[in-house]
């Protein structure tokens, strides 16, 4: 179903039932401050795995990310940092990046695979980092790119109305805040002492703390 949620001022009475969607196992495409998103709770393993098969992901080869709703909540599921690393989160959060940090046990093995690092996002949106807080566990962050045509100048669709055309199949629920953006995450390694950019995407990181 497509759901239409005020991007600013989410209605409290929608955004209980995406995160009763969610507690369910459910499927539910969201917005960030990048593109579009499809996910569900980390600690549902059905329907993590559900995900990852639509994705088509190798966990051998890729890291999951997953959406946090501040640095407080993120430090629950990560290895301590030092204070230079938790400088850069801070003034990078919320906003449109993606750390890849090394992982705790609290983070569910099927994220970990054969490796020990994670995603971690604090997207600067109110409306997922509301689900996220009401829902009390992250959110897998998967992007919703565009399975129609490939090789398209757009990687991804902006939509809701084309992503619930598209995917409807997939998603129990569409989160309809308008138009999505073009452009990822930016995603930072942050497992060596010099942070690295992997993919330049939205945003950039500022480094001079």
């Known amino acids: 179903m497509l759901l239409t949620i005020h991007p600013e001022s989410p209605e409290e009475r929608k955004i209980e039932q995406v995160v009763s969607c969610l507690q369910r196992g459910g499927i ?19 329907a993590v795995q559900k995900v990852l098969r639509f994705k088509d992901v190798n966990l051998k080869k890729n890291s999951l990310s997953f959406i946090c709703y501040d640095l407080s909540h993120a430090a629950q599921y990560i290895r301590p940092i030092d204070n230079r690393t938790f400088k850069l989160l801070k003034k990078n959060t919320p906003g449109p990046f993606t750390f890849i940090l090394e992982s705790n046990s609290n983070v569910p ?4 695979a054969n490796k ?5 996002r604090v997207p600067d949106n109110t409306i997922v980092r509301a689900l996220v807080e009401r829902l009390g566990n992250p959110i897998l962050s998967a992007s919703v790119k565009n399975p129609a045509v490939e090789n398209e100048e757009i990687e991804y669709i902006t939509d809701p109305s084309l992503i619930q055309e598209n995917l409807g199949y ?3 629920i569409v989160i309809d805040a308008g138009i999505g ?9 942050c497992t060596t ?4 950019i992997i993919r330049q ?6 480094t001079n703390i």
């Open 28 to 46: 539910v495409v969201y917005p960030t401050d990048t593109v579009y998103g499809i996910g569900c709770d980390i600690t549902n393993q059905t």
């Open 201 to 206: 995407g939205k945003g950039n990181l500022v």
């Open 170 to 172: 997939m998603a129990d």
């Open 181 to 189: 953006g073009t452009d990822g995450s930016t995603v930072v390694d």
């Open 116 to 120: 020990k690092t994670v995603g971690v």
């Open 109 to 112: 093995k099927l994220f970990k």
């Open 193 to 196: 002492e010099d942070w690295t």
